[in-house]
């Protein structure tokens, strides 16, 4: 639930209120007293003796916005007519849509991009696959793949539910880095059945990004699928999020002075992202880690390791610590979860070392109150927009993505994710730096750029716009 009124749950209540009375006046007061926020109020309809207006209001929850529409029918004079939940209006017949980039206006046109002329292409890309990503939409198209078993924080929901967020990735991808991408949710879970589907609608895709598919599933889907495949395959629930927080790290890092190398890391998480945020911080020189999930450190002596719990147990904890995320939170220079609400409190935070470093990424609700932890810690990043330092997985795979088909990639190698994560964190200036600015706002107009220019880069691709014949 959202603690202050979020756009998230943005409602327009159109009501009618007699046109010489007090009511319009006390229209905002309404919402105000109710706790809600006024965004619009806008007359529709003029009369002698009604006015039709329509007032849009951002709420906490569904209740709360319920409360304010009682509130406003309360006034005297008020007639509600209709309520509107502006966000589920956005999603009215999905977001996105397929339209042709070519004209078709007459039988010339027709015969070119149809029948007959089309088969002229179609052989040649018979005579050779790989003009296949010079001559159709391979060479721009990503495929959002997902079993919809871990949706956002919404678990196990379905494809059919998983539906508007696949559209809402498709969208991001679209507006930040003009790739054309395609939601394909499908109705299995079963390991062997989403490879294969997946391999066998590889063709007409340039890259494969898979999403929320629960752990350890998506650890073998992806390693079967990057085995399968000579197009790249992301999984960014893992990868995504080990980039923007590294990236996050290597400024929060120079905001506090202390070095990769040489500070403690606790890790809250070993899922999907923990484990992949903590590959890539090994990578980038960390050596002093310890991880927790909800048995608390992950360490050799446990009985319980899975294949990716075992990896951790041999690649972290050197002194075997065996005890709970609290004592693994004591004189460590940085905290990074990536698990569950409300798992630490401020006094936690206070029994870090000096001038610590906290990333609580649980959304909607952090392992630690942000507001707390800001209390004792130098730079708190979280998942939330409504604070400073959002570490927001859109910031890493728009430019990532456009960077491997620029390239023509037949995969992702950790070089790439490393160039990424540098890139990611150049595009905030040593004069911009500082506590509450250490990962650039995803609107930054030069975030994609900078990503995919060092991804191809890292991919020994030449610079090759996405409009290029």
């Given amino acids: 639930m959202a603690t202050v009124p979020s756009v998230s749950y943005s409602i327009t209540v159109r009501l009618e209120v007699p046109a010489g009375g007090k009511a319009v006046s006390q229209l905002t007061h309404a919402v105000e007293s109710a706790g809600g926020v006024v965004t619009a109020l806008d007359v529709t309809n003029a009369g002698h003796e009604k006015l039709r207006i329509d007032v849009t209001c951002a709420a906490r929850d569904t209740d ?38 070519v004209p078709l206006r007459n039988r010339d046109e027709l015969s070119m991009a149809y029948t007959p002329g089309v088969a002229r292409v179609s052989m040649a ?3 050779n696959k790989e003009d296949a990503r010079r001559l159709t939409i391979k060479r721009n198209t990503v495929a959002v793949v997902t079993d919809g078993s871990a949706v956002l924080g919404l678990g196990n929901i379905g494809p059919e539910a998983a539906l508007p967020v696949m559209e809402g990735k498709a969208a991001l991808f679209k507006r930040f880095a003009g790739i ?116 608390g450190a992950v360490h050799g002596g446990r009985d319980d390791l899975d294949e990716s719990l075992r990896w951790i147990a041999d690649h972290t904890n050197a002194e075997g ?36 470093v906290v990333f609580a990424l649980a959304n909607p609700e ?52 490393l160039a990424a994560a540098g890139a990611l964190a150049a595009v905030v200036t040593p004069e911009e730096l500082g506590p509450n600015y250490i990962i650039p706002s995803v609107f930054h107009p030069d975030v994609a750029g900078a990503v995919a220019a060092a991804v191809r880069e890292s991919a020994g691709g030449r610079a090759r716009g996405f409009t290029e014949a």
């Fill in 321 to 356: 610590y065996s005890g709970d995320l609290r004592g693994a939170v004591k004189d460590a220079d940085v905290f990074v979860g990536v698990s569950a609400p409300g798992i630490l409190t401020g006094d936690d935070i206070a029994t870090m070392a000096k001038n610590p």
């Fill in 64 to 101: 709360h916005a319920q409360a304010i529409v009682d509130q406003l029918e309360a006034v005297e004079g008020v007639v509600i007519h209709k309520v509107s939940d502006r966000t589920f209006l956005m999603h009215l017949g999905g977001k996105i849509e397929m339209k042709s980039k």
């Fill in 125 to 127: 890309i018979a005579r």
């Fill in 180 to 295: 054309d991408a395609w939601p394909i949710c499908l109705d299995t879970q079963d390991v062997d059945e989403i490879v294969r589907t997946v391999q066998v609608i590889a063709p007409g895709f340039g890259g494969i990004n898979l999403e929320d598919i629960g752990a350890p599933r998506c650890f073998e889907v992806e390693r079967r699928l990057r085995e399968l495949l000579d197009i790249p395959v992301f999984h960014d629930d893992q990868h995504g999020t080990a980039i923007c927080v590294l990236a996050a790290l290597t400024n929060a890092l120079r905001v506090v002075e202390k070095d990769i190398e040489t500070v403690k890391i606790t890790m809250a998480g070993a899922g999907a992202a923990g484990n992949a945020v903590l590959r890539l911080l090994l990578a980038a020189g960390a050596r002093n880690v310890i991880v927790c999930d909800y048995l």
């Fill in 366 to 417: 952090p392992e630690v109150s942000p507001d707390e932890a800001r209390e004792h810690a130098a730079v708190v990043a979280t998942g939330r927009s409504d604070y400073p330092n959002q570490i927001n997985n859109v910031l890493a795979f728009p430019g990532v993505f456009r960077g491997l088909l620029d390239a023509q990639a037949g995969g992702v190698t950790q070089e790439m994710l």
